[in-house]
Nanobody
Framework: QVQLVESGGGLVQPGGSLRLSCAAS???????MEWHRQGPGKQRELVAT???????NYADSVKGRFTISRDNAKNTMYLQMNNLDPEDTAVYYC???????????WGQGTQVTVSS
């Protein structure tokens, strides 16, 4: 079973950028991958999806600012976040879903804090 580890979070000023990484312990090419986030006092929400064929989809709140990508050769998925807003403050999680749409793994999360 694949294991996922997120990294790249931190403290950034409004308008700044961060790139999150989700490193897998094994091959990810068979999985659809997702980024989720959970802000303080909020429910976890889906941020972005990238399928096995690299089709992408984004939550309306991040369209035009975030870019999801994957490098199957490195078993890693990324989330480039630009023009960050305090509302983006959250713990960001990645997951992997199999061809049946079942989640097979979650990462432990990485904290992103947007504040001046």
């Amino acid at each position: 079973q694949v294991q996922l580890v997120e990294s790249g979070g931190g403290l950034v000023q409004p308008g700044g950028s961060l790139r999150l990484s989700c490193a897998a312990s094994g091959s990810i090419f068979i999985y659809d991958m997702e980024w989720h986030r959970q802000g303080p006092g909020k429910q976890r929400e889906l941020v972005a999806t990238i399928t096995r064929l690299a089709s992408t989809n984004y939550a309306d709140s991040v369209k035009g600012r975030f870019t999801i990508s994957r490098d199957n050769a490195k078993n890693t998925m990324y989330l480039q976040m630009n023009n960050l807003d305090p509302e983006d403050t959250a713990v960001y999680y990645c997951n992997a879903n199999n061809w049946k749409g079942r989640t097979v793994a979650w990462g432990q999360g990485t904290q992103v804090t947007v504040s001046s």
